[in-house]
């Protein structure tokens, strides 16, 4: 369960700061999104780094059982 907790914490604070950051550095660039807009981005963002995370904890363990790490 505490595993579970940091996770989220981790995913809920990145989620927060995403929209946090893209409020006050895409203006920069010529944009200007709306909190919701900023959200959106934020949410497609975190699903995408979700995944990414997700797959790569399966090639890790993929190649942990093949035991290339045993001998370091």
Do not use: N
Not at 2 to 31: H, K, M, T, W
Request: aromatic residues 20%; contains cysteine; glycine residues 6%.
């Amino acid at each position: 369960m505490r595993s579970f907790i940091e996770s989220l914490i981790d995913v809920g604070s990145g989620f927060f700061l995403a929209v946090v950051v893209q409020l006050y550095i895409f203006p920069i660039f010529g944009f200007y999104p709306t909190i919701f807009d900023s959200m959106g981005i934020a949410l497609i963002m975190t699903c995408v780094s979700i995944t990414r995370s997700w797959i790569w904890r399966l090639v890790f363990k993929r190649y942990e059982k093949i035991s290339f790490y045993k001998d370091v």
